[in-house]
């Protein structure tokens, strides 16, 4: 009987987890959903159930580790999808550069055997980023059907065979940068974000069926990239979206608006959800007084640019590598400066493919005092425009423009470029403590959560592991010595991690313990 602690301890936790994964999928995220038969090896969409970024298994995780300590390593094309985990199976997308074909790859979680992948139909690929890909949105799974979204294809649902059973068509966002939004699973739709002009959208269509529902047009000042979430106000779910004119809900079974924030923001990251609250990385270029870089005055302009001596100070006639914002700790990765030429349609208010004096004192105003960004704390709730009321608190320095916040306990971390980490009294908003984790330079994945230890991977692909609490306590520094995009994934008492070329699986237990 030397084992019964053991198997107690072991039976309390698996029914906890169940306990866990019920009560999420009450919220809208998983209903008619199966649950596995592991409840723990669950992390169905981009950061988990409803992106908490939370892991709800307690069992322990590990803190030292690296390439050559991995239960398994599997060669992957690139991709900055993260992993969507169900049962004994994981899901992710790709890209290969080569045959310039994106892919759709199921891998055995056990041993990280690739089971089965499938092409995606597109005629074309998206235009992104330099450092992006066309394969950057998560998978999202209700534990029957996985569903993927290209940018450069649309909506593709797959039984766990790998069975096509239903595909959804759309025109590719005609973004500089590609898409960015992940689906998710929230009862019976799949919901989607595709926040481009010229008809930027939230989709909630059938997973039975791959037909749309309802579709709402949002009207975003710049293209978004965050991934939805939901939140249930009494009997009612509602979608809640980060965009770049701040925070909205609509009602999930009509899609019916219900009330919103007014923010701008680049709206790259997904808000946290809990503790009554959501909390949002509302940032805006130029929000942090490191990153701006003051213009000269317009008399100044005139002297050196002005050619034809009109007074003005055209399109043409500005230098191409005059900058305005440069994120100062982000190192050399193209994006990194903002130039003014490639901004200038902001300032140019009279759309002349010039700038007057005003114009340009505009934009000098903004080279040195940026514009309001911050992490806000928002009780969602309400009919109509809840600025003035909702917005509990906000915490407008070391605000993160990819990584999204994190809610775990009491507290919300924030991780931003440099290895920046911020934890808040997720209550009050009171700082707990702002200091470096010792791996500089951009980061791009969000941190995640369990036992009670943080993770946050760097791109240079150094994953800084801390404890939760009051005060900041770092565990471990590890390398993995490639770059690092995707958010890692935990389930069933392992991290996975993704870096460009390869899935790691890290874990300090065996699988049935």
């Given at each position: 009987m030397t084992d019964g602690p053991a198997k107690g301890h072991a039976w309390m936790r698996r029914i906890g987890c169940l306990i866990a994964a019920l009560c999420l999928a009450g919220m809208g995220g998983l209903a008619g959903a199966e649950v596995p038969d592991e409840p723990s090896a669950c992390w169905p969409q981009f950061r988990g159930l409803n992106a908490s970024g939370v892991s709800a298994d307690e069992r322990p995780l590990p803190v030292e580790f690296g390439p050559e300590t991995?239960?398994?390593?599997?060669?992957?094309?690139?991709?900055?999808?993260?992993?969507?985990?169900?049962?004994?199976?994981?899901?992710?997308?790709?890209?290969d550069r080569d045959a310039q074909q994106l892919e759709t790859?199921?891998?055995?979680?056990?041993?990280?055997?690739?089971?089965?992948?499938?092409?995606?139909?597109?005629?074309?690929?998206?235009?992104?980023?330099?450092?992006?890909?066309?394969a950057n949105a998560t998978p999202a799974t209700d534990g029957r059907h996985v569903y993927v979204y290209f940018g450069s294809f649309g909506l593709l649902c797959y039984d766990f065979a790998g069975v096509e059973l239903w595909r959804l068509?759309?025109?590719?966002?005609?973004?500089?940068?590609?898409?960015?939004?992940?689906?998710?699973?929230?009862?019976?739709?799949?919901?989607?974000?595709?926040?481009?002009?010229?008809?930027?959208?939230?989709?909630?269509?059938?997973?039975?069926?791959?037909?749309?529902?309802?579709?709402?047009?949002?009207?975003?000042?710049?293209?978004?990239?965050?991934?939805?979430?939901?939140?249930?106000?009494?009997?009612?779910?509602?979608?809640?979206?980060?965009?770049?004119?701040?925070?909205?809900?609509?009602?999930?079974?009509?899609?019916?608006?219900?009330?919103?924030?007014?923010?701008?923001?680049?709206?790259?990251?997904?808000?946290?959800?809990?503790?009554?609250?959501?909390?949002?990385?509302?940032?805006?270029?130029?929000?942090?007084?490191?990153?701006?870089?003051?213009?000269?005055?317009?008399d100044d302009m005139l002297l050196r640019h002005d050619e034809n001596r009109d007074g003005k100070i055209g399109a043409n006639e500005l230098a191409a590598d005059l900058p305005i914002v440069r994120r100062a700790q982000s190192g050399d990765l193209p994006g990194a400066e903002i130039r003014l030429a490639d901004v200038f349609p902001f300032f140019d208010t009279n759309a002349d493919q010039q700038y007057d004096r005003a114009e340009w004192d505009r934009a000098v105003a903004f080279s040195r005092h940026g514009r309001e960004h911050g992490l806000l704390a928002i009780r969602p709730g309400g009919q109509g425009d809840v600025t003035s009321s909702h917005v509990a608190w906000r915490e407008s320095r070391s605000v993160a423009e990819v990584?999204?916040?994190?809610?775990?306990?009491?507290?919300?971390?924030?991780?931003?470029?440099?290895?920046?980490?911020?934890?808040?009294?997720?209550?009050?908003?009171?700082?707990?403590?702002?200091?470096?984790?010792?791996?500089?330079?951009?980061?791009?994945?969000?941190?995640?959560?369990?036992?009670g230890k943080i993770y946050a991977a760097s791109h240079h692909?150094?994953?800084?592991?801390?404890?939760?609490?009051?005060?900041?306590?770092?565990?471990?520094?590890?390398?993995?010595?490639?770059?690092?995009?995707?958010?890692?994934?935990?389930?069933?008492?392992?991290?996975?991690?993704?870096?460009?070329?390869?899935?790691?699986?890290?874990?300090?237990?065996?699988?049935?313990?």
């Open positions: 991995a239960i398994w390593t599997t060669p992957l094309p690139p991709g900055h999808s993260s992993p969507c985990i169900w049962g004994d199976r994981i899901f992710l997308t790709a890209f790859l199921c891998l055995n979680r056990l041993d990280g055997a690739i089971l089965w992948r499938r092409a995606a139909p597109a005629a074309a690929i998206e235009q992104v980023h330099p450092i992006s890909t066309p068509a759309q025109a590719a966002p005609p973004t500089p940068y590609g898409s960015g939004a992940s689906p998710i699973v929230a009862g019976q739709f799949v919901l989607l974000s595709c926040e481009a002009p010229p008809r930027p959208s939230l989709s909630a269509v059938d997973r039975r069926t791959g037909k749309v529902v309802w579709r709402q047009t949002v009207l975003p000042y710049l293209p978004g990239y965050a991934t939805p979430v939901t939140w249930t106000d009494g009997e009612t779910v509602e979608v809640i979206l980060h965009n770049s004119v701040g925070v909205m809900a609509w009602r999930l079974a009509d899609g019916a608006q219900r009330w919103w924030v007014s923010s701008l923001s680049a709206a790259s990251s997904t808000p946290a959800v809990g503790a009554g609250r959501l909390f949002v990385a509302a940032y805006w270029p130029g929000g942090e007084l490191e990153d701006r870089v003051p213009l000269p005055p317009f990584p999204s916040p994190l809610l775990y306990g009491e507290r919300v971390y924030m991780v931003k470029d440099g290895g920046i980490v911020s934890c808040l009294d997720a209550a009050s908003g009171r700082l707990l403590y702002r200091t470096r984790l010792g791996a500089a330079g951009a980061y791009f994945a969000s941190p995640v959560a369990g036992d692909g150094t994953i800084a592991v801390f404890a939760a609490g009051d005060t900041f306590r770092r565990l471990a520094l590890n390398e993995l010595h490639e770059p690092v995009f995707a958010t890692p994934a935990i389930a069933g008492g392992r991290l996975y991690v993704r870096t460009t070329h390869r899935l790691y699986a890290f874990g300090t237990v065996q699988e049935n313990d």
